[in-house]
């Protein structure tokens, strides 16, 4: 049905500063009380978010596939891509499509080697994770939004590297998306480079009753981790 015909565009800035979520995902970055950091680093609250949302830009890069066959722990596509995966087979078993999504902030590379050592350093990564983590999160809620309207329903994304969900996978979503056109490349080690660049995949279909599975359901770091259901 190729719900989503290929889509590459930025986050216009404007919308990058109206990301409500923004400072409170950047509290949980940096593990600290937003009142403290208000009180005790104003300044560098202020320059640090300036300067990584100053040189940010975020790019989303999409496409659907659609699936051609479950075959127990495989995930078929009919351009030959194939997911091993027996978690991957859950979320999905009642997909018709997948979309393939990779969020990428270009800029925050740059700030990082620029930044100084100690808060200065803890700041800027906390907004750039902020900035990667709250921007897919939003583009996950454009999509579920949209196809509601048609009629579909989508799962929640997964990333290589979730529970049970292999890293290796990265090689299979690179393969079938191409991000590179978007500048986002892959490691030996299954790592994307910016650096703070997400990706996801996301069944799509016309059952109601999919599975509404996360994996921070599974994580045994949901409690402490900063990210758990960004």
Known sequence: MKTIERKNEYLPEEKIREIESLD????????????KVLKKFPQQFKDTKERVMGNAKVQYLMESFEIAAMDGNKVKFVNGVEFESSMLAK?????EEVIMTVVTVHGYDETEKAA???FD??????WGT????????????????EMRRRGLYITHGWSPGQH?????????????????EIGVTLSPTYMMSPKKSISSVIGVGRDPSAPDMRACDFCEKRDSCPSAYA
């Open 116 to 118: 100084g050592d100690g």
């Open 164 to 180: 049970q969900v292999d890293i290796k996978l990265q090689k299979q979503l690179f393969n079938a998306l191409q991000p590179e």
């Open 121 to 126: 350093l803890l700041f800027v990564d906390g």
């Open 91 to 95: 979320v999905l078993a009642k997909s």
């Open 130 to 145: 902020a900035l990667a983590e709250c921007a897919n999160a939003e583009m996950w809620r454009v999509l579920e939004k």
């Open 24 to 35: 409170t995902m950047f509290f949980k970055q940096i593990q600290m009380r937003g009142d």
